[in-house]
């Protein structure tokens, strides 16, 4: 090759170069408007069912997809329990599919009708 000449590029027949791998997609967050819930805890007070709502809205956002996450009191054994519930699940494999990720990230939880 003469001083100062640039070698040529080639392109060899049948020789594509290869794509990167394709990320690995994520699960579809629920639609919502379903009427199967998850149980995400449960207080004494509507100020600690708040802020367990807080954390997991801070935590879960990004995944909630149309649910929606709220408290509901009811009575137990004559006292008032705020249950915090996220709701809008189509069906209950849904719901225990959602549940069983939410377990993966340290969050407990069990399907409620």
Known sequence: MPKG???KTVEMPGAAATPPAAPKPK???PAGGGAVSLQLGASPTPAD???LIANFKRKYAGSMGGL???A???QADGKTVYRVLLSGFATSVEAN??????K???QPCFVRR
């Open 72 to 74: 509901l009191a009811v």
């Open 5 to 7: 000449a640039q070698p």
């Open 104 to 106: 993966g990230g340290g």
């Open 68 to 70: 929606t996450v709220g």
């Open 49 to 51: 069912a708040n802020t």
């Open 27 to 29: 699960p579809k967050p």
């Open 97 to 102: 599919q959602f549940c069983d990720r939410l």
